[in-house]
């Protein structure tokens, strides 16, 4: 499919995000004449034919504000069904049927080298705004800015891309030369040219599956604060391994290694602790322990290689749900 196809395929699924909020009310006036103002934060897609959409979470950042969606000359009321804060993914759904969509593709078999097409409203002056490029790198690990928290959080199994993403793409769709959505654009690294990435389309996939199934995202829980080993940090502590998820305190009061009645706590693991691998899976850098338990189903039980004080032991751990 050449790219003019591709846009007259998805760009009518294409939908913009806007935050209304509410300024402080004044006790003699009515409700319809409080005051608020409106702010588009990004781009989303429509994922199904019921009204369901795709967009970042830092897109729908706000927890007290209102959201809707621009589609088709008209705004409606969304209702966010769930937030992932681990793959900066949100699924909202309007109350329209019918609804044109982009069907959604298999991350994981893209290829480095594909051409790809990146959608998205370009804070909210340059709509349906195309860029094609190429995947350029796979599974890439970078650190963002939560801008309106001020808070860096790193995103893992990126997917890298020339295509222009723009301030305001995020939350739009990385296609392939089928039209199907391969990504959810996310970020840009500043200070680099051509450089942009897409959250994997399996991911949110994955989320789609968890609120049709519990009726919200669900996260895993172990109940360790670990950090994940490499040379220079082993030879920071004095360990002899330098791979693994290395269990240690926090200096704040409630900064435990290891969570009282926690998961972790059950499965006898111990600040100092470090986990080498997970279901016989080596713990590093490129495979952490965060990424080995995302692809495992809450409630399953995964087994644990540890070494303590230069011995090593297995146990078992059962992921729980946190709350």
Same mark, same amino acid.
């Given at each position: 499919?050449d790219?003019?196809?591709?846009?007259?395929k998805t760009?009518p699924?294409?939908v913009s995000? =806007?935050?209304?909020?509410?300024?402080a009310?004044d006790?003699r006036?009515?409700?319809s004449?409080?005051?608020?103002t409106?702010l588009e934060?990004g781009?989303g897609?429509?994922a199904?034919?019921n009204?369901l =959409?795709?967009?970042?979470?830092?897109v729908?950042?706000e927890?007290d504000?209102?959201?809707?969606?621009?589609?088709?000359n008209?705004?409606?009321? $969304?209702?966010i069904?769930?937030r992932?804060?681990?793959?900066d993914?949100a699924?909202?759904? &309007?109350?329209?049927?019918d609804t044109p969509h982009?069907?959604?593709?298999d991350s994981?078999?893209? !290829?480095?080298?594909?051409?790809? +097409?990146?959608?998205?409203?370009?804070?909210?002056?340059?709509?349906? /705004?195309?860029s094609a490029g &190429?995947?350029?790198g796979l599974?890439?690990?970078i650190?963002?800015v939560?801008e309106?928290y001020?808070? /860096?959080?790193?995103?893992?199994?990126?997917?890298q891309?020339?295509a222009?993403i723009n301030p305001?793409?995020?939350?739009?769709p990385?296609?392939?030369m089928?039209?199907k959505a391969?990504?959810?654009?996310?970020?840009? +690294?500043?200070g680099?040219?051509n450089?942009?990435?897409?959250?994997?389309?399996?991911?949110?996939?994955?989320? &789609? *599956?968890?609120?049709q199934?519990?009726?919200? =995202?669900r996260k895993?829980y172990?109940?360790?604060r670990? =950090?994940?080993?490499? $040379?220079?940090?082993?030879?920071?502590?004095?360990?002899? +391994?330098d791979y693994?998820?290395y269990?240690l305190?926090?200096?704040?009061?409630?900064g435990?290694?290891?969570i009282?009645?926690?998961?972790?706590?059950?499965?006898?693991?111990k600040?100092?602790?470090i986990?080498v691998?997970c279901e016989?899976?080596r713990?590093?850098?490129?495979?952490t322990?965060k990424?080995i338990?995302?692809?495992?189903?809450?409630?399953s039980k995964?087994?644990?290689?540890?070494?303590? *004080?230069?011995?090593?032991l297995e /146990?078992? !751990?059962?992921?729980?749900? *946190?709350?």
């Amino acid at each position: 499919m050449d790219i003019p196809s591709i846009i007259r395929k998805t760009s009518p699924a294409l939908v913009s995000i =806007i935050l209304t909020k509410h300024t402080a009310r004044d006790s003699r006036s009515s409700d319809s004449d409080i005051p608020q103002t409106e702010l588009e934060t990004g781009t989303g897609f429509f994922a199904d034919k019921n009204g369901l =959409i795709l967009t970042n979470r830092h897109v729908v950042y706000e927890l007290d504000g209102e959201y809707w969606v621009w589609w088709n000359n008209k705004k409606y009321f $969304a209702e966010i069904l769930g937030r992932d804060h681990v793959n900066d993914v949100a699924v909202l759904r &309007i109350q329209e049927r019918d609804t044109p969509h982009i069907q959604l593709g298999d991350s994981s078999r893209i !290829l480095l080298g594909e051409s790809v +097409v990146a959608l998205g409203n370009v804070f909210g002056e340059l709509h349906n /705004t195309v860029s094609a490029g &190429i995947v350029s790198g796979l599974s890439r690990n970078i650190y963002a800015v939560d801008e309106p928290y001020r808070k /860096t959080f790193e995103l893992r199994g990126l997917i890298q891309t020339d295509a222009a993403i723009n301030p305001g793409n995020s939350g739009g769709p990385l296609l392939n030369m089928q039209g199907k959505a391969i990504g959810i654009n996310t970020a840009t +690294v500043s200070g680099y040219e051509n450089i942009g990435f897409a959250i994997p389309i399996n991911h949110a996939r994955f989320d &789609i *599956q968890e609120i049709q199934k519990f009726g919200t =995202i669900r996260k895993p829980y172990l109940g360790i604060r670990y =950090i994940t080993l490499d $040379a220079s940090l082993a030879s920071r502590y004095g360990l002899a +391994v330098d791979y693994g998820a290395y269990i240690l305190r926090e200096p704040e009061p409630d900064g435990l290694g290891v969570i009282p009645q926690s998961p972790a706590d059950r499965a006898g693991l111990k600040e100092g602790d470090i986990i080498v691998s997970c279901e016989n899976q080596r713990i590093a850098y490129d495979k952490t322990l965060k990424d080995i338990i995302r692809e495992k189903q809450i409630g399953s039980k995964v087994k644990l290689k540890v070494v303590r *004080q230069d011995k090593e032991l297995e /146990t078992e !751990l059962l992921i729980e749900e *946190q709350k």
